[in-house]
């Protein structure tokens, strides 16, 4: 299958060319010819399958459509892409971009945490896709530096997350500013029906599509999982690195303060490592991922937040350092690497107290996950573990979950 069986606008086409986009990934093969019949969309697919591609080449080509008399096109925002966070929201603008790049099309990307002020004046010059996350979407709102009236596509990113992380307030409020009549596209790589059936009041008797089945992990990533004692994790991450001599890994911690502690001591063993975490300035941020882009940091240690939407196409390793609590963000980190088709590794080390998070990940890609022992590195069977008594998996479980439950509302709320 080619893009051109699309009818895709002569535009675009070449775009595709220049990119080196050769044929549609099974989302897009699925998802473009839905979003042209003007049905509303959920759409299932794994990170890092070409589902930016799947959802903005057909807006664009109707944007450039509605328009292609004038050439010029309406100052009016046509899309809007709602994404949980400003990393995703900078990644789907910067496609966006690319895909628009013969155009005259504009895109603003308005996230938290950034000067509102050269927002505003990209806003005001005229723009006809927006990418944002709802927090500061809603102040563009309510200041009226933009205008939602002649919406024609209304895109969720990554839906479950955005609500997972406190957002329906705010886009309950956003939802109450755009037209009733558009096409709703809804996308996210991991399914919680939960959450689907909160965001269905929006859409119109939606289509459903998936090239995977829901919560599998990339299937081009090599899943390994090492045993390995807490205090050993860092010197087990520099042998790795250095014995495999791979030039750009992605490490995940689930704290701020384990992602600056491990990218210290990264350093000290002579890795060249960043950490991004919410704590970080944006720039700081920006910084560390176009240096990791580019070769000069073979680490980037990054937390779950801070790391969603990082889009590195040619990023064959991932390393959890820890596991995640939340299970499904196991399938997001993993999904970092092997994207686009290419293979793609993912190691992670399962700490004495966190084999109830692996048993977490079992139950959603319902498949046995076995750590292995690495010689050198294997665990301290004789120790006494820390969950006895007082400390069960049990108890600790419902302690992390509570302190999770709390913390999501407000911290993430907060770093977006
Ligand atoms: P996404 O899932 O949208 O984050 O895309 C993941 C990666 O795949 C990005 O680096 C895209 O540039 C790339 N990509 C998307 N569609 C295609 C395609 N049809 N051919 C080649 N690369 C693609």
Redesign the pocket.
């Known amino acids: 299958m080619a893009?051109s069986d699309f009818r895709l606008n002569k535009t675009l086409l070449t775009t595709?060319q220049q990119?080196?986009?050769?044929?549609?990934?099974p989302i897009?093969q699925l998802a473009i010819p839905e979003v042209f019949k003007g049905a509303d969309l959920i759409a299932h697919?794994q990170?890092?399958?070409?589902?930016?591609?799947?959802f903005m080449l057909p807006i664009i080509h109707h944007i450039l459509e509605k328009n292609e008399v004038s050439s010029l096109p309406s100052k009016q925002v046509s899309a809007l892409v709602l994404v949980p966070t400003r990393e995703l929201a900078q990644?789907v603008a910067k496609?966006s971009e690319s895909y628009s790049q013969n155009s005259q099309i504009s895109v603003a990307c308005l996230y938290g945490g950034a000067n509102i002020g050269p927002q505003e004046k990209k806003l005001a010059k005229g723009v006809q896709i927006v990418v944002a996350t709802p927090g500061r979407l809603l102040d563009h709102l309510i200041k009226g530096t933009v205008d939602l009236s002649q919406l024609t596509h209304l895109v969720f990113d990554e839906a479950d997350r955005m609500l997972d992380m406190g957002f329906i307030g705010e886009i309950k409020r956003i939802m109450r500013r755009v037209p009733e009549k558009r096409q709703t596209l809804l996308f996210s790589a991991t399914v919680d029906e939960h959450v689907i059936n909160n965001v269905s009041q929006w859409l119109n008797n939606p289509q459903r599509i998936g090239v995977d089945a829901p919560n599998t992990a990339a299937t081009k990533v090599e899943q390994l999982f090492y045993a390995v004692d807490e205090e050993r994790k860092r010197e087990l991450i520099a042998y790795t690195i250095g014995k495999n001599n791979w030039h750009q890994v992605l490490v995940f911690t689930r704290t701020k303060n384990y992602a600056d502690e491990l990218a210290k001591e990264l350093n000290k063993d002579g890795l060249k490592t960043q950490a991004i975490h919410g704590d970080k300035s944006q720039g700081a941020r920006n910084k560390a991922l176009e240096q990791f882009r580019d070769g000069e940091l073979r680490v980037l240690v990054a937390t779950d937040v801070a790391a969603r939407g990082i889009?590195i196409?040619s990023l064959d390793f991932v390393i959890n350092a820890e596991l995640p609590y939340v299970a499904e963000d196991y399938v997001h980190r993993i999904g970092r690497t092997g994207?686009?088709g290419k293979v793609g590794t993912a190691i992670s080390l399962v700490g004495l107290d966190e084999n109830w998070l692996l048993e977490e990940i079992e139950v959603l890609l319902d498949e046995r996950l076995t750590p292995q022992w690495l010689a050198g590195f294997e665990p301290d069977l004789t120790r006494e573990p820390k969950n006895n008594r007082k400390n069960t998996a049990k108890s600790r479980k419902q302690r992390d979950k509570k302190r999770i439950l709390g913390q999501r509302s407000t911290r993430r709320r907060k770093k977006n």
């Open positions: 893009f595709l990119l080196n986009y050769l044929e549609p990934t897009q697919a990170t890092g399958t070409g589902k930016t591609a799947a990644q496609a889009d196409p994207r686009a």
